[in-house]
């Protein structure tokens, strides 16, 4: 089965900055997005941020000129840059790769983020 891994989760304080990483297996030719889901414990599952194939860009009006995604698609990873985190972006962060049109998941990772 396909798996996405990814890492980079963790505890920061208001205003820090984490960096997850998100893999996909080299074997996959075709990755047509990719990017992050993110769950807050009682919250509806938001898209966060993704990148397409050809570099096309989405983003969460709340995440919106803080979080950058990038991709390398020779390595089949993507990272999602997070600055100037808030406590309001604690939640389980879910990596998405949609791969010949059906979606798949990474485990997820835990991002909190104290006042």
């Known amino acids: 089965q396909v798996h996405l891994v990814e890492s980079g989760g963790g505890l920061v304080q208001a205003g820090e900055s984490l960096t997850l990483s998100c893999a996909a297996p080299?074997?996959?030719?075709?990755?047509?997005?990719m990017g992050w889901f993110r769950q807050a414990p009682g919250k509806q599952r938001e898209v966060v941020a993704s990148?397409?194939?050809?570099?096309?860009?989405n983003y969460a009006d709340s995440v919106k000129g803080r979080f950058t995604i990038s991709r390398d698609n020779a390595k089949n990873m993507a990272l999602l840059q997070m600055n100037s985190l808030k406590p309001e972006d604690t939640a389980v962060y879910y990596c998405?790769?949609?791969?010949?049109?059906?979606?798949?998941w990474g485990q997820g990772t835990q991002v909190t983020v104290s006042s």
């Open positions: 990148m397409t194939s050809g570099g096309s860009t």
């Open positions: 080299r074997s996959i030719s075709s990755i047509e997005t």
């Open positions: 998405n790769a949609l791969i010949y049109s059906l979606n798949y």
